[in-house]
C-alpha cells in the first residue's frame, strides 16, 4: 500500500492564525485539514509597537491547539510563518518564548517581500494564466500586491496597511461616515502612490484577491448586486451601504459574519484606495494564499533552490568573484565536516556559511575599504526572497564579522547573548576559510590540521612551512585577539 507523507502550513496573521494539513499526491497537494482560529494580533500593538499580554495570551492559547493537531509530525513537514505584527513587534523575544513552551515547531518571521512571494506562490500553483496578473492580499496589518506571470513574480511589494490597523485608526467607536471614509481612503493611496508608476507600467491583464477581507466583500457584492466580480462602482456602492447603517452593529448582512465586523471597514478602505491609485477595472477572488504557497514549497522540498537562486542573482548583480568564492567554500566544507558532530551543526548551517562567503565582498561595489561594513549592510537591508528575516539578520551579522575587530558593542547589537555560541561557532569557520584564501591564489592556501572542541579552535601546521610564512603567523596571531569576544578560542601548534 502506497503511503503519502503529510506537510502542514501555519499562517500565523494579524487578524487570523491558520493552519493546513496537506499530503502530496502524483505531484498534487490534497488538502486534508484545515482550521482557523481569531486571534486579533493587530488589535493587541500598542503605539510604541509592543505587544499586549492580552493578545500574546490568546496567540500561544491557539498555538497550543495547533500543537496538538500537530502532535507527530516530523518538523522538517511543517512551516510556521508569522507576518505582520510579529515582525512589527519589539517584544518578539518574548512572544516566541511564550510560544516555545506550547508550540514545539520553529516560528519563523518573515519580511513583507517574502509574504508577498509566498502569496503569489500559493495562487501562481494553483491557478494558471497566460498573460501577467495583479494579486492583493489584504492582510489585518500589511497589504501585499504581487505582478506575476505563469509561476514567476515580477513585482513584489508589502504595504504598511492593513484590515485591522485601518479600522483601529478610522472606525474604532463602530461609527461609519463618509468623511471618514474618504480620510481612510486617502490614506491608503498616499501609502501605494510610491509603486504605481512601476505597477502600472508592467501592467496586467486579470486582477485576483486573496485574503478572508476580499472574500467578505466578494460575498456582500454577491449578496446586494448578485455578482462576484468586484469593481470600483460595486466597492462605492458597499460603502454607501457601510455609511447608510451609520453604525457597524446596524449593518445587516448576511455576508457579513460578526468576527468580521472589526475589520471590515479598513480593508473596504484599503480596497478601494488600491483600485483608485492603480487604476484597477475589477477583480475577482481567489481562495488560495499564503499558506498554500508554503505547502508548496514543502511539498517540492525546493526551499533552498529559492535561496540558491537568490544568492546566485544577487552576486551576479554585484559582480561577486565567483572561482575565489568557490574556493572558500571548497575550505568551508572541509573545516565544517570536521566540527560538525562536535558542534552539532546542520546543514542549514554549511549553507549559510556558503552563501555568506558568496555574498561577503558585495560591499566592494561601494568601497573597498570597510567593505565588511558595506557587504553587511547591503546584505542587511535588500529583498531576499526564500529567506526568513532570522536568516538574513544571521548573514548580515556573518558578513559582518568575518574580518578586522569583533567589537563587544557591535556583536552584542546584532547577536542574542543565548545564540553567541552558536554565531560564534559559524563566524570561527567563515573567518579561517577567507583567512587561508586571502592571497586569492590556490598555491598560497596553507596546508594545516584542523579539530575543535566545545570550547576551542585548534590549528596545526608544519614548522618549517610556518616559520616561512611568518606574515601568515602575524596574521593568525592578530586573529587570536579579534576572538577575545567570541565563546570559542583559537589555538595554534606546530608540529
Not at 264 to 274: D, F, R
Not at 402 to 427: G, P, T
Not at 455 to 476: G, Y
Amino acid at each position: 500500500m502506497t503511503t503519502y507523507p503529510s506537510f502542514a502550513a501555519v499562517d500565523l496573521g494579524s487578524n487570523s492564525f491558520h493552519l493546513v494539513v496537506a499530503r502530496e499526491v502524483d505531484g498534487r497537494l490534497q488538502i486534508l485539514h484545515k482550521e482557523k482560529q481569531r486571534v486579533y494580533l493587530a488589535a493587541g500593538l500598542d503605539q510604541n509597537d509592543h505587544l499586549s499580554d492580552e493578545a500574546i495570551a490568546r496567540a500561544v492559547h491557539v498555538l497550543s491547539q495547533f500543537a496538538a493537531t500537530l502532535n507527530g509530525f516530523d518538523k522538517k513537514n511543517v512551516e510556521v510563518a508569522a507576518t505582520y505584527t510579529l515582525r512589527k513587534c519589539q517584544n518578539l523575544r518574548h512572544v516566541l518564548k511564550q510560544a516555545k513552551a506550547v508550540f514545539p515547531y520553529k516560528i519563523n518571521v518573515i519580511s513583507g517581500q517574502e509574504e508577498a512571494r509566498l502569496i503569489y506562490q500559493g495562487v501562481a500553483n494553483y491557478m494558471h494564466d497566460e498573460h501577467n496578473r495583479l494579486v492583493i492580499d489584504i492582510g489585518g496589518g500589511s497589504t501585499e500586491m504581487i505582478i506575476g506571470k505563469h509561476q514567476h513574480h515580477k513585482l513584489l511589494t508589502s504595504r504598511d496597511i492593513g484590515c485591522v490597523t485601518m479600522n483601529q485608526r478610522y472606525f474604532a467607536d463602530g461609527k461609519l461616515t463618509n468623511k471618514r471614509f474618504q480620510k481612510a481612503i486617502i490614506h491608503a493611496e498616499q501609502n501605494i502612490e510610491a509603486i504605481t508608476a512601476n505597477y502600472q507600467k508592467a501592467g496586467w491583464q486579470t486582477c485576483l484577491g486573496t485574503s478572508g477581507t476580499i472574500k467578505t466583500l466578494t460575498a456582500i457584492n454577491e449578496e446586494l448586486f448578485t455578482s462576484k466580480t468586484l469593481t470600483l462602482t460595486s466597492l462605492h456602492q458597499i460603502r454607501n451601504h457601510f455609511v447608510d447603517a451609520q453604525t457597524l452593529e446596524s449593518m445587516d448582512l448576511k455576508a457579513l459574519p460578526p468576527e468580521r465586523l472589526a475589520s471590515i471597514a479598513g480593508g473596504l478602505a484599503v480596497l478601494i484606495g488600491a483600485f483608485n491609485q492603480l487604476n484597477i477595472t475589477d477583480m475577482t477572488y481567489c481562495d488560495f494564499s499564503l499558506r498554500e504557497g508554503l505547502l508548496h514549497e514543502l511539498a517540492q522540498n525546493n526551499e533552498f533552490d529559492i535561496r540558491a537562486r537568490t544568492i546566485s542573482s544577487f552576486a551576479e548583480q554585484y559582480a561577486v568573484d565567483t572561482p575565489h568564492a568557490n574556493h572558500i567554500c571548497q575550505t568551508i566544507a572541509q573545516l565544517f565536516n570536521v566540527a560538525k558532530t562536535t558542534w552539532q551543526l546542520e546543514e542549514l548551517d554549511l549553507e549559510i556559511l556558503r552563501w555568506a562567503v558568496q555574498l561577503h565582498e558585495v560591499g566592494i561595489a561601494i568601497n573597498s575599504s570597510g567593505i565588511h561594513k558595506h557587504s553587511a549592510y547591503v546584505v542587511s537591508n535588500s529583498q531576499l526572497p526564500g529567506f526568513t528575516q532570522e536568516q538574513q539578520q544571521l548573514l548580515g551579522a556573518l558578513i559582518r564579522f568575518h574580518r578586522k575587530k569583533i567589537k563587544a558593542v557591535d556583536l552584542n547589537a546584532l547577536i542574542e547573548e543565548e545564540s553567541l555560541a552558536q554565531f560564534s561557532k559559524l563566524l570561527t569557520l567563515l573567518r579561517l576559510a577567507i583567512l587561508f584564501h586571502q592571497k586569492r591564489q590556490e598555491s598560497q592556501v596553507p596546508k594545516y590540521r584542523f579539530s575543535v572542541t566545545n570550547k576551542s579552535v585548534e590549528l596545526s601546521f608544519e614548522r618549517i612551512w610556518f616559520e616561512q610564512h611568518s606574515l601568515f603567523a602575524a596574521d593568525l596571531e592578530q586573529e587570536q585577539a579579534y576572538w577575545k569576544n567570541l565563546s570559542l578560542s583559537l589555538d595554534i601548534t606546530i608540529y
